[in-house]
DNA sequence: GCTTGAGTCTGTAGCGGCTACGGACTTTAC
DNA sequence: GTAAAGTCCGTAGCCGCTACAGACTCAAGC
């Protein structure tokens, strides 16, 4: 299987998937004798594998250890429920600064909404210190 | 003011104040005679911005923009209000996207728990196509 | 057999937003 | 006077790709 074939058959973008054999998270593949890759479909679905993966957030570091972890079954399940449980705490954070951003964000744009006046309370929330035409709870707000 | 000084005063680390200056998001402060820069409350002011768009989750182009759009008066308040509306837009589906991966994480995750058994739900899900073991309510998901 | 176009190859550079050096200089503290 | 800390500049690295350039190979049509 060619690499464009590989490429569709595992969602993988064409140059992502080379990419990811130079960064040595997929082994090469066979070749042809004129130097093409040839894709196997144990290649093909590491590759899946790869994608999925990161459709779930994880970095390819973090892949490349649940793959050794599904390579090797005498390894324990327990070490990609404690890597999964670690890398869904982070997703949770992450979702929560995004959260706090938006509010804030909201609450900016809420106050200048329809104002043609020359004070822009967005423009102003960035101007000046401590978040004053809001209440921030967090004390290092004021100077 | 020295730049050390000016990153406690404005919340920018030393070298980001360095890089934003290098990539003219910032104006070059004055120098002292030998060549340290010279940083005044204006500028400081500018970087305070500067940190505060940040923690707000503005790119350094939206910034710039917003910089601009600060430094004259003449213009409008209803663009800085669209530039937000649509950073905000942005960040709802950054919280969209993480949201359903960890819901899908919480469900390989759960399935998985507790289980020393040699089948890792977890790496199930990786491995296998369709997400066989939730319930995908993307027609995509099943080839 | 020959041409054309599409696919593939390698290597390198770029993105954003920093961060971290190295080696030279200046300032500050004792 | 000397040692330590701060600053300077330039460059390279991080992640996870993406996009080239310039050389090749392959498949289809004539």
Redesign the pocket.
């Known amino acids: 299987m ?4 590989a ?1 569709a058959a595992s969602g ?5 998937i ?3 054999e ?1 960064v040595g998270l997929i082994p090469s ?1 066979n ?8 894709y196997t479909l144990a290649d093909v679905e590491r590759l899946r594998f ?1 994608s999925r993966g ?1 459709e779930l957030g ?5 892949i490349r250890s649940l793959l050794r972890l599904n390579d090797d079954p005498k390894l324990s399940c327990s070490d990609v429920d404690a890597l999964a449980r670690v890398h869904l705490t982070d997703i949770h954070q992450r979702i929560e600064a995004l959260t706090r951003m938006a509010g804030e964000l909201e609450r900016v744009i809420a106050q200048c909404a329809g104002g043609e006046r020359g004070t822009c309370t967005i423009l102003g929330a960035l101007r000046h210190t401590g978040h004053d035409v809001t209440s921030c709870a967090d004390p290092g707000c004021r100077p």
Chains 1, 2 share one sequence.
Do not use: N
Request: overall charge positive.
């Open positions: 060619k690499i464009s074939e490429a993988c973008h064409l140059e992502t080379r990419y990811y130079r593949p070749r042809t004798g004129s130097g093409y890759r040839d790869v990161r994880f970095s390819l570091e973090e």
